[in-house]
């Protein structure tokens, strides 16, 4: 009698056991934070809450003039990139930059558009690029600023997503409110950011353009 109860007290665990382990466990959210899961994430969205809030015044409140920056960099790279510059795990450093230069003319033999651009004393000469699109190569609008953090984000897809937000914004809001053809040959004044991974083409993505009177 003893060892049979014993048999039925191990049946019933087991049973407990199995029935245990095949639950699920909920979790419980609210209906917003339930109404968020099922939209999932949204680059769009995430830079519409950063544009005027966080973006716009670290960009133009932190940015370096660019000649100033280019002699810091050709002087002694490590130590400027440091001072100056943000990346994303061990990649090139980007920084966020402002300044003037002559638009010398619009390079659209590719799909990567780029604008030569003299800086002063003008030569004639380009020293850097603008980029004009319509394809914007690159995330140093995301990796300049350095509060735009990969371990903030589920996965790389939405990492790379918000780099592509962040460059449609340019191209609609920037790029797409200007004349290009009009300012060739003309100073302009910029603001922006490259990524300093080829010291002999730095390709500025703008964030701010317009003609100097």
């Not at 407990?16 to 209906?31: E, N």
């Not at 339930?34 to 519409?48: L, M, N, R, W």
Request: glycine residues 8%; hydrophobic residues 45%; negative net charge.
């Amino acid at each position: 009698m003893k060892h049979a109860r014993i048999l039925f007290s191990l049946i019933l665990l087991t049973t407990f056991a199995m029935a245990v382990s095949g639950c699920t466990l909920a979790t419980v959210r609210s209906l917003k934070e339930d109404e968020i899961a099922k939209e999932g994430f949204s680059p769009e969205a995430y830079v519409d809450g950063i544009w005027e809030d966080q973006f716009l015044p670290t960009i133009n409140g932190e940015s370096q003039e660019i000649g100033e920056l280019l002699t810091a960099l050709e002087a002694n790279q490590k130590s400027a990139a440091e001072e100056f510059g943000n990346r994303t795990s061990n990649g090139a450093y980007s920084f966020m930059t402002y300044g003037e230069a002559k638009i010398l003319e619009l390079d659209r033999s590719s799909r990567v558009g780029l604008a030569p651009m003299d800086l002063a004393p003008y030569d004639g000469e380009a020293d850097v690029y603008l980029a004009i699109g319509p394809v914007l190569r690159g995330n140093a609008l995301r990796d300049a600023v350095g509060f735009i953090i990969f371990n903030d984000f589920t996965n790389q897809v939405e990492f790379a997503g918000v780099s592509t937000a962040l460059k449609d914004r340019i191209t609609s809001d920037v790029l797409g409110q200007v004349d290009l053809e009009s300012l060739v040959e003309k100073t302009v004044r910029f603001v922006g950011a490259f990524t300093f991974d080829d010291p002999e083409e730095v390709v500025i993505m703008p964030v701010s353009l317009e003609e100097v009177e």
